[in-house]
């Protein structure tokens, strides 16, 4: 027995008081009806209907069961009815988890212009370097940054592209020097942003030649934001993305060197856990950040 459809059935028969008006009005065959009632009844172990031939009437227990069925059937009806807008228009809730220096520097400008945009959806923004589980965790969507996603059973898409520099501040270089190849950052000072997928060590290439050079550090922090400050207060160098600090070396706060030498560029990705039955408030946000991110360097 399929149990929400035998309930309907059920219900149908009480309201058209008759196993045959249920059946005009379901396209079902008597016997159908019939079944189903019968199945209903031996499941809860008690009597629902006195029929005979002629007439139809509820028994006591079927009374207090078609009330309480009546009530919920309704409540289902409803709550079917209050998914329709959500599959037709961006609203309702979206749970966002992303990256603090991103979503500081870059992300919350394009966010604040989607809410804008979108007036009946709300966001529920959750800042953290590290990732989160999507499923686990109830978010609709997650940002990542990384220079290859890994294997995963969760939809991804590109939104952007970040060029990473390697900088510090001119007082600390004119004191340390300027390394004019990789193998010289052995002798400086690294803020190591520990979160990152090159944490550990550096990959650069110029002109078809690759370098590889392992970072340790005394200083290890998780988000880049404490990277550009450390930096500005001329502890040493780092590899940052280039949009974080671009108005600190405009203003010559900070200086890049290794000029010509390219680190990996990080990809941007919105996360998201199915293609199948994806909202419009999802799609919407995602389709906003690509179209605001796809120029960014």
Known sequence: ??????????????????????????????????????????????????????????????????????????????????????????????????????????????????????????IDLHLDDRRVDLVKDGFDIAIRGTAKLEDSSLVARRLTSMRHVICGAPGYLDRAGRPRRPEELVSHRIVQFSLSGNATEWALEREGERVTMPIASRYRVSTSLAVREALLDGYGLSLIPASYVRQDIASGRLETVLEGWAPANTQVYAVYPSRRYLLPKVRALIDFLAEDLQNEA
């Open 1 to 122: 027995m399929e149990q929400l459809t035998a309930l309907r059935i059920f219900r149908r028969v009480v309201d058209e008081g008759s196993f045959a008006g249920a059946a005009r009005a379901l396209s079902l065959s008597p016997a159908a009806i019939s079944k189903n009632i019968g199945e209903l009844e031996a499941h809860l172990g008690v009597r629902l209907l006195n029929r005979t031939t002629r007439r139809m009437s509820l028994t006591e227990p079927g009374r207090l069961y078609f009330e309480q069925v009546a009530r919920i059937l309704d409540d289902l009806t409803e709550a079917d009815g209050s998914m329709q807008p959500l599959r037709h228009r961006p609203s309702g809730l979206l749970r966002v988890a992303a990256p603090i220096s991103l979503t500081v520097t870059r992300l919350s400008r394009t966010i604040t212009a989607f809410m804008l945009a979108y007036p009946d959806v709300e």
